[in-house]
């Protein structure tokens, strides 16, 4: 069974003062639905403010990155222990850091161990540029960068992946549910001939990339897509709690697809 996703990625929006005001806004509303998984996603200062505003509630932590060594010389890094103690997911390889912070396959990899080892589970993003996408390139590309981050990697235990094609993310401009839901198949696909046929009918597999409440139920609808990764609309308290709550209502589980 697949339970749905929406994770909000805050990004680097809100002091620690504007973060507690936000999940104030939305707590009450996000732990009363309780068929889907809620994860918000705060900058690293607001993690444990936010910790305890949802202690005992039935939303979920997540930070925006980490660095994949436990400790040590890394001036202005977090690492995986340090996140291990505050939160249960991690974004990573999002779009912005491969494009602004130069992380490589590589590099994703090495922190995608780094945060199954300590038990967090990673969210991990990957998408095709525009110009990739008008060349037909879309397949090839997530392929390779789920091959990459994948690397040497057994155990999927917790991960999901988020399909979050680059051209769709914080433009207005979202792919199709159609488009979306390809591209996942093929993800699901390829976790199939990695993995094995069970692992890749239980992978939850997120679209994000423009989402609003106006368009949610487009990706929701879609059989082969989880959830959401929410940026832009998830700063919005009545915004967030409209796609979970879309999400909830329309399929709050999700079968296996065989
Ligand atoms: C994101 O940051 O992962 C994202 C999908 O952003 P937006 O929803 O604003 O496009």
Redesign the pocket.
């Given at each position: 069974m697949r339970v749905s996703l929406i994770a909000g990625?805050w990004?680097m929006n809100t002091t620690v003062a504007e973060a507690v005001t936000l999940v104030s806004e939305m707590r009450l509303g996000l732990d009363e639905i309780d068929n889907v998984d809620k994860v918000l996603c705060p900058p690293f200062i607001s993690l444990a403010a936010v910790r305890e505003l949802i202690k005992g509630s039935s939303i979920k932590l997540g930070a925006q990155n980490l660095y994949f060594e436990e400790q040590g010389a890394y001036t202005g890094e977090i690492s995986p222990l340090m996140l291990a103690d505050l939160c249960q997911f991690v974004?990573i390889g999002?779009?912005?850091r491969r494009q602004y912070f130069n992380e490589t396959g590589k590099i994703i990899n090495k922190k995608v161990q780094a945060a199954l080892r300590v038990g967090l589970k990673p969210i991990l993003?990957i998408g095709e540029s525009l110009k990739e996408n008008e060349a037909g390139k879309t397949g090839e590309v997530v392929t390779e960068q789920l091959r990459s981050s994948l690397a040497g990697i057994n155990e999927l235990d917790g991960l999901i992946v988020?399909y979050?094609p680059v051209w769709?993310?914080?433009?207005?401009r979202?792919a199709t549910g159609k488009q979306a839901n390809e591209t996942i198949g093929l993800i699901r696909h390829n976790i199939t001939e990695l993995y094995d046929k069970e692992i890749a009918r239980d992978l939850r597999i997120l679209y994000?990339?423009?989402?609003?409440s106006a368009n949610a139920a487009e990706f929701i609808s879609q059989p082969e897509i989880d959830g959401?990764?929410?940026?832009?609309?998830?700063l919005k308290a009545k915004e967030f709690l409209s796609i979970v709550t879309q999400t909830s209502a329309m399929r709050g589980h999700f079968s296996h697809i065989d």
């Open positions: 990625n990004k974004i999002h779009s912005e993003c988020a979050e769709a993310i914080g433009t207005g979202a994000g990339g423009s989402v609003t959401a990764l929410v940026g832009g609309a998830s």
